[in-house]
């Protein structure tokens, strides 16, 4: 039986992409350790400079920060004194203190976010949207037309033809955004986001089959997509701790010690295996918004500030439902209190729906099922069991909600 054809699949993953974003915003930072997080209270303040009459911009740092927000991404220069996205800012205060803090400005994000995915479809329009700064793409058919200005001659290995359009994507992401981006193509989609991590920033890494042994094996078995923090804990203390190490494992111990599904998955990704396809259509399983507050807040002396923040993160789910297009008709609540400990609670409607009032309804009734009894460091609330609007007959009539104006802690006592 003859093999089947070799497929040749991109993972395109922008570089730092919120700070390089902020770095076009702001050319004077580059090549300086920057931090994107935090409130507007962080925005630089303009102002003229009296002798030459030009545009001053004074940065707050990380050593005049008071808080408990963490980091959502930080330049590469940040990155070399320890700093990572998820990173309390007190904490990276102590290790860089000089390091600039910018607040983070989702709606430029998302802007550049549709530029760099708009460059490469028109390239290769075979895309799976994985995140706001990474995609993957099915190089297999497509012909390096779009590459011709880089191309003198039709290359005749295949490899070849898929760096050359790849290269393509890359100028024309570069064209569209002022970006870079890392691209790694590989055979399957576990090793082309592997592959893309090799060379940052600004990487275009090719691994064929024959290069896993020397380029995947030595890394750390957390590098592989999927084994999260307690697998990969768990697999140091038994003695496994690169992906050589897991390739060799028997699989009937992988099994043993990590459960039917896991296990062989584990075995299979070691050794580059994947069959997954590029799906250019995914259906969201939820729509949620959620907030970590700056300080914690108390369920009864900050009722109102609450109340407030409950009633915004139920309208932004509501508008977010009607801008895809989906109704919900499971409601949920998340929250974290001051201890680190989560709860959520769930309230499934008789008829889904993407109206803020009984959204709001119905979270507030997942609310009274939880004590308040301390204070609340994140608030969030969930729309799941998604339907596509358009495939849903009208529901039921708009009184149907209760729109009475709801507290935050109306079921405690007064």
Not at 116 to 139: C, H, M, S, T
Not at 179 to 193: D, E, T, Y
Not at 397 to 408: E, N, R
């Amino acid at each position: 039986m003859p093999a089947p054809p070799i497929r040749f699949i991109a993972h395109v993953d922008m570089d730092a992409f919120y700070a390089s974003v902020e770095l076009l915003r702001y050319p004077e930072l580059k090549g300086r350790a920057v931090a994107i997080g935090g409130g507007r209270r962080h925005e630089p303040i303009t102002t003229t400079d009296p002798v030459t009459g030009g545009t001053v911009r004074n940065f707050s740092t990380l050593r005049r920060y008071v808080g408990r927000g963490v980091i959502t991404t930080a330049t590469y220069e940040a990155r070399a004194f320890g700093l990572h996205s998820a990173m309390g800012m007190m904490k990276a205060a102590q290790l860089a203190p000089d390091t600039i803090l910018l607040p983070v400005d989702f709606d430029a994000y998302r802007r550049y976010s549709r530029l760099f995915k708009d460059a490469v479809r028109a390239i290769a329009p075979r895309i799976q949207d994985n995140g706001i700064d990474e995609i993957y793409v099915d190089l297999t058919n497509v012909h390096p037309e779009p590459a011709r200005s880089i191309l003198q001659e039709p290359k005749s290995d295949p490899w070849e033809r898929a760096h050359a359009v790849a290269r393509a994507i890359k100028d024309a992401v570069s064209a569209a955004t002022g970006l870079s981006c890392s691209i790694g193509i590989a055979p399957n989609k576990l090793l082309a986001k592997m592959a893309s991590e090799l060379d940052k920033p600004d990487g275009l890494t090719l691994l064929r089959p024959e290069d896993i042994e020397r380029r995947i094996w030595p890394l750390p078995a957390r590098k592989i997509n999927g084994i999260g923090p307690k697998s990969s804990a768990k697999l140091e203390t038994l003695g496994v701790r690169t992906i050589a190490e897991l390739a060799a494992a028997d699989p009937a111990w992988l099994v043993e010690h990590f459960g039917r599904a896991h296990g062989a998955f584990m075995h299979d990704a070691a050794h580059g295996r994947d069959d997954g396809d590029v799906l250019t259509k995914m259906e969201p399983k939820s729509i949620s918004r959620e907030l970590t507050f700056e300080r914690d807040l108390s369920p009864r002396r900050d009722r109102d500030e609450l109340t407030q923040i409950f009633t915004a993160l139920c309208t932004g789910v509501s508008d977010d439902l009607k801008r895809k297009g989906y109704l919900g008709k499971t409601i949920g609540l998340k929250l974290r209190f001051d201890n680190f400990k989560t709860v959520t609670r769930d309230r499934t409607l008789d008829w889904p729906t993407d109206d803020p009032q009984v959204i709001r309804q119905a979270a507030g009734e997942c609310l009274k099922r939880v004590p308040l009894d301390r204070r609340i460091r994140l608030l969030g609330v969930r729309a799941g069991a998604l339907f596509a609007a358009s495939a849903v007959s009208a529901g039921p009539p708009p009184d149907a909600a209760d729109s009475t104006p709801w507290l935050f802690d109306q079921s405690l006592p007064r």
